[in-house]
């Protein structure tokens, strides 16, 4: 009896249109969407769509600091001596404290 309903089940699904593995016809075949040539972007602050002109602007300002980076004299001093201590550690493998 269970074959039997496990039966009529497929082959209900057979006649049902939802259940093809074709895909719609108005669908875009994958290969046609990788060669494709996108020419729009978008923006990384707010995800608006913007032209290329408009993309490569908003890229230069981004990468534009706004500020400069200023650092004291204690603390590049922190850096250089925490460097030479990694590279102490490098060579030898003992961990300064």
Same mark, same amino acid.
């Given at each position: 009896? =269970?074959?039997?309903? &496990?039966?009529?089940? +497929?082959?209900?699904?057979?006649?049902?249109?939802?259940?093809?593995?074709?895909?719609?016809?108005?669908?875009?075949?994958?290969?046609?969407?990788?060669?494709?040539?996108? *020419?729009? /972007?978008?923006?990384?602050?707010?995800?608006?769509?913007?032209?290329?002109?408009?993309?490569?602007?908003? %890229?230069? %300002?981004? %990468?534009?600091?706004? +500020?400069?980076?200023?650092?004291?004299?204690? &603390? =590049?001093?922190?850096?250089? *001596?925490?460097?030479?201590?990694?590279?102490?550690?490098? +060579?030898? /493998?003992?961990?300064? =404290?």
């Amino acid at each position: 009896m =269970k074959t039997f309903l &496990v039966a009529i089940a +497929f082959l209900l699904t057979l006649g049902n249109s939802s259940s093809r593995a074709l895909p719609p016809p108005e669908d875009i075949p994958e290969e046609i969407l990788r060669t494709e040539i996108i *020419l729009d /972007g978008r923006s990384p602050i707010d995800g608006m769509a913007l032209n290329p002109a408009e993309y490569s602007e908003l %890229q230069a %300002q981004l %990468q534009e600091s706004s +500020f400069e980076p200023d650092l004291s004299s204690d &603390v =590049k001093e922190i850096i250089f *001596l925490l460097e030479i201590r990694r590279l102490i550690k490098t +060579f030898t /493998g003992i961990s300064i =404290k």
